[in-house]
């Protein structure tokens, strides 16, 4: 299984990003995924997740209405639509399945924000 993760960048403060993630090996149709972040010397914790059975969704209360998690079956990638981002966004951004399988983690895309 591999994950690659792109779309990250620098923007400023109020801006907007959207993070795609290719998944080779594992089928997200059938997976519930994840968007993960980690500040450097810090785990990583659960941003988004979208359930493959019913597509709900989860965020954490920081990027509730700022975020949205995403996927297209078809090209079995998820998305993370980042907008009114803010510098505490700032982080490497990863994506997994929910819970996340340590053997799947990715390199990861960057993601800082400027004030």
């Known amino acids: 299984v591999q994950m690659v993760e792109s779309g990250g960048g620098m923007v400023q403060a109020g801006g907007s990003l959207r993070l795609s993630c290719a998944a080779s090996g594992l089928t997200i149709w059938y997976s519930t995924m994840g968007w993960y972040r980690q500040t450097p010397g810090q785990g990583r914790t659960l941003v988004a997740r979208?359930?493959?059975?019913?597509?709900?969704?989860f965020y954490i209360d920081s990027v509730k209405g700022r975020f949205t998690i995403t996927k297209d079956n078809a090209r079995n990638t998820i998305y993370l639509q980042m907008t009114s981002l803010k510098p505490e966004d700032t982080d490497i951004y990863y994506c997994?399945?929910?819970?996340?399988?340590?053997?799947?983690w990715g390199r990861g895309t960057q993601v800082t924000v400027s004030s």
């Open positions: 997994n399945e929910g819970p996340p399988d340590d053997g799947y």
């Open positions: 979208l359930r493959w059975m019913g597509n709900s969704t």
